[in-house]
């Protein structure tokens, strides 16, 4: 999730294990996670997330939600507002991908 206005970003996956295990049997499920791992730290501007996670907040969302990623394919960002963008976060996540 992202906000310009309140200089925000947010990411959080949920990879289980046995479900990714029954659909990708020839990817790595390790590497995978290492891969989204990095999104975070990237989003959070975590200096162990490489130099793009030392962009302004704006320029990491553009560079995560890129569609020339070949690693992680995010889906195209879509608007809306919120007054609690932690609370919408979770909530959406809790419906979404949980």
Same mark, same amino acid.
């Given at each position: !999730?992202? %906000? *310009? ?10 990879? #289980?294990?046995? /479900?990714?295990a029954? !659909?990708? %049997? *020839? ?7 290492q891969?989204?791992? #990095?999104?975070? /730290?990237?989003a ?21 939600t890129?569609?020339r990623?070949a ?6 960002p879509h ?9 919408t976060?979770?909530?959406l996540?809790?419906?979404l991908?949980?």
């Amino acid at each position: !999730m992202f %906000s *310009k206005k309140e200089k925000y970003i947010r990411v959080e996956f949920h990879l #289980s294990p046995d /479900k990714f295990a029954l !659909m990708h %049997s *020839k990817l790595d499920y390790e590497d995978i996670t290492q891969n989204l791992i #990095s999104f975070q /730290k990237i989003a959070k501007g975590d200096k162990n997330g490489g130099p793009i996670a030392l962009l302004e907040i704006p320029e990491r969302f553009r560079w995560l939600t890129a569609v020339r990623s070949a690693v992680v394919q995010t889906s195209r960002p879509h608007p809306g507002k919120s007054k609690d963008l932690d609370k919408t976060f979770d909530k959406l996540f809790e419906e979404l991908v949980k």
